[in-house]
């Protein structure tokens, strides 16, 4: 079973610093997608950053980068220039394909709130 | 939340009332989810349909039924509410890159 790890429930930081998320997650599969999603107060589902596991390069997205060690099962999100608008709930998510073979689903870990301040 | 449409946006149920939520895409994907979210915890998946006519369980499909009439609309039923199904309701869609998911602006179930 595929199991997603955020140790983090809470985190902060000031505007226009460096923040780092982390999440680890448990699989037996070789090729899989991981990704993150911000929840912010309107509860949508928003997607940040995604990686493919084959890719040894981390993804970026503006100021959002990954930090993806395969081995380790590690899935870290680094937010850079942190905003007031990056105040969030972040959820790392894995992709997992069913056992009826008929499609791929999400497997999401607890989240982190994250509140940046001014 | 251009792409999928839930409806109601809010819900306030007695114990043992039913309900439908219902969700529609426009995007002609043959693949619907319904996830559910409770308080402190990410999504889990319901039930998912990968065309139309055909419908799976997830990880936490108890409680509910799901139905996949045709490729755009993806319903899912609560026959008798509990407490325990107050939650917010996600119905998803694959985004625009292989494996993604794209999310429905959710619906929020209160059951006393």
Same mark, same amino acid.
């Given at each position: 079973?595929?199991?997603?790890?955020?140790?983090?429930?809470?985190?902060?930081?000031?505007?226009?610093?460096?923040?780092?998320?982390? /999440?680890?997650?448990?699989?037996?599969?070789?090729?899989?997608?991981?990704?993150?999603?911000?929840?912010?107060?309107?509860?949508?589902?928003?997607?940040?950053?995604?990686?493919?596991?084959?890719?040894?390069?981390?993804?970026?997205?503006?100021?959002?980068?990954?930090?993806?060690?395969?081995?380790?099962?590690?899935?870290? +999100?680094?937010?850079?220039?942190?905003?007031?608008?990056?105040?969030?709930?972040?959820? /790392?998510?894995?992709?997992?394909?069913?056992?009826?073979?008929?499609?791929?689903? +999400?497997?999401?870990?607890?989240?982190?709130? +994250? +509140?940046?301040?001014? | 939340?251009? !792409?999928?449409?839930?409806?109601?946006?809010?819900?306030? =149920?007695?114990?043992?009332?039913?309900? @439908? =939520?219902?969700?529609?895409?426009?995007?002609?994907?043959?693949?619907?989810?319904?996830?559910?979210?409770?308080? !402190?915890?990410? =999504?889990?998946?319901?039930?998912?349909?990968?065309?139309? !006519?055909? @419908?799976?369980?997830?990880?936490?499909?108890?409680?509910?039924?799901?139905?996949?009439?045709?490729?755009?609309?993806?319903?899912?039923?609560?026959?008798?509410?509990?407490?325990?199904?107050?939650?917010?309701?996600?119905?998803?869609?694959?985004? @625009?890159? =292989?494996?993604?998911?794209?999310?429905?602006?959710?619906?929020?179930? @209160?059951?006393?």
């Amino acid at each position: 079973a595929q199991t997603v790890t955020q140790s983090q429930p809470e985190m902060s930081v000031q505007e226009a610093e460096t923040v780092t998320l982390s /999440c680890t997650y448990d699989t037996s599969e070789n090729n899989y997608y991981l990704f993150w999603y911000k929840q912010p107060p309107s509860r949508q589902m928003i997607l940040v950053i995604r990686q493919e596991a084959y890719k040894q390069q981390n993804a970026t997205e503006n100021r959002f980068s990954v930090n993806f060690q395969k081995a380790a099962k590690s899935f870290s +999100l680094k937010i850079s220039d942190s905003q007031l608008g990056d105040t969030a709930m972040y959820f /790392c998510a894995f992709m997992k394909l069913y056992p009826s073979n008929s499609g791929y689903a +999400l497997n999401f870990g607890k989240g982190t709130s +994250l +509140l940046v301040t001014p | 939340n251009a !792409g999928v449409t839930q409806t109601p946006k809010f819900q306030v =149920l007695k114990t043992g009332q039913s309900m @439908t =939520l219902q969700c529609a895409q426009d995007m002609n994907h043959n693949s619907m989810y319904w996830y559910r979210q409770d308080p !402190g915890m990410g =999504l889990r998946l319901i039930y998912y349909s990968a065309s139309e !006519g055909t @419908t799976d369980k997830g990880e936490v499909p108890n409680g509910y039924n799901v139905s996949r009439l045709n490729k755009r609309e993806f319903s899912l039923r609560l026959e008798s509410a509990a407490p325990s199904q107050t939650s917010v309701y996600f119905c998803a869609i694959p985004g @625009t890159r =292989l494996n993604e998911q794209f999310f429905g602006p959710g619906t929020r179930l @209160t059951v006393l």
